[in-house]
């Protein structure tokens, strides 16, 4: 088990901006990537954003390219999620994982997972 400990989240108004952020608390980390899901109310779980923690190699959902930018502090496992110019429609519960597999976007290939953190944005 690798826990993952997530921050951020709340309400803010369309077009404004928010940070998430997510800790790896356990004593070794070397996932393959970290990244970003996010569900909706009676939606699936679903990607937005990751990279490969050790190259950086970013990926983004078409919906949230352009607004949103993830980055990592290798050196404390800490990964971060950074969300302008918000919708309504980013609206979700937002939660991050890890994984050892190169299925980047895949949300079955993730291992372990935050406990995920409410995003309201308000039109």
């Known amino acids: 088990q690798v826990p993952l400990v997530e921050s951020g989240g709340g309400l803010v108004q369309a077009g404004g901006s928010l940070r998430l952020s997510c800790a790896a608390t356990?004593?070794?980390?070397?996932?393959?990537?970290a990244g970003w899901f996010r569900q909706a109310p009676g939606k699936e779980r679903e990607f937005v954003a990751a990279l490969t923690w050790g190259g950086g190699t970013e990926y983004y959902a078409d919906s949230v390219k352009g607004r949103f930018a993830v980055s990592r502090v290798i050196a404390n496992n800490v990964w971060s999620l950074q969300m302008n110019s918000l919708k309504a429609e980013d609206t979700a519960v937002y939660y991050c994982?890890?994984?050892?597999?190169?299925?980047?976007?895949?949300?079955?290939?993730?291992?372990?997972w935050g406990q995920g953190t409410q995003v309201t944005v308000s039109s």
């Open positions: 356990g004593r070794t980390f070397s996932p393959v990537a």
């Open positions: 994982a890890t994984t050892r597999r190169f299925l980047i976007t895949t949300v079955s290939a993730y291992d372990f």
